[in-house]
């Protein structure tokens, strides 16, 4: 949901597995030390059935979103919201990536003045309109997100990194990457009720 949300899904299908971002030295505490060569480019942006999987020690996002145990059939699969979720949603290398995604589709694709924005990034989301009181929150909370990157530009750079934001100001695309987050871990996105 999120590379699609993000305009960074690729469509290939079949092919070999990838290793998409994931903490640096996680399967260092495995029973054996496994190599983990990050995929780049539009292998990294594949779909989670296409990741390298190890039954000793899957991706760690998998057990966090639920994923079965490979060892065993799965009838039904359980659902869970827990912080750690949220936590991996907020703060993972890959999410945060994902998050940029978003604000550069929405910078590039939506309209040119900030509800505009707000409303094509909520429809790339969540499939829907905001409300009143939503589009305040939004529009509040991306206020405050460009005054606190403007006045401490260091918080502003990693979140940018280097992606292609063009003529946009540092402070301005990660103020919208902000939003972005907000957008890509809210319960409604991450369930779809």
């Given amino acids: 949901a999120c590379l699609s949300a993000s305009g960074l899904l690729s469509e290939h299908l079949h092919g070999p597995p990838v290793y998409p971002p994931q903490p640096e030295g996680i399967y260092a505490f495995t029973q054996n030390v496994k190599p983990w060569p990050e995929s780049q480019g ?3 942006y594949r779909r989670s059935l296409y990741a390298y999987f190890w ?3 899957p991706h760690p996002m998998f057990p966090t979103f639920d ?5 065993s059939a ?3 699969r359980s659902r869970s919201n827990t912080p750690l979720q949220a936590l991996t949603l907020s703060n993972d290398r890959g999410f945060v990536e994902f998050a940029r995604g978003l604000a550069l589709r929405t910078l590039t694709e939506g309209p040119d003045y900030d509800e505009g924005r707000i409303r094509y990034a909520f429809q790339c989301a969540l499939c829907r309109e905001p409300t009143a009181m939503e589009m305040q929150r939004l529009t509040q909370y991306l206020e405050q997100q460009r005054s606190h990157m403007t006045d401490d530009p260091d918080a502003a ?3 940018v990194g ?6 946009v100001p540092v402070a301005e695309a990660a103020a919208w990457t902000e939003l972005s987050r907000v957008l890509l871990n809210l319960d409604e996105f991450i369930t779809r009720e």
């Fill in 55 to 57: 039954r000793s020690s």
């Fill in 157 to 159: 750079k990693p979140l």
């Fill in 74 to 76: 799965c009838t039904r």
């Fill in 162 to 167: 280097d992606s292609d934001f063009a003529d």
């Fill in 67 to 71: 994923a079965p145990n490979a060892n």
């Fill in 42 to 44: 539009e292998a990294r």
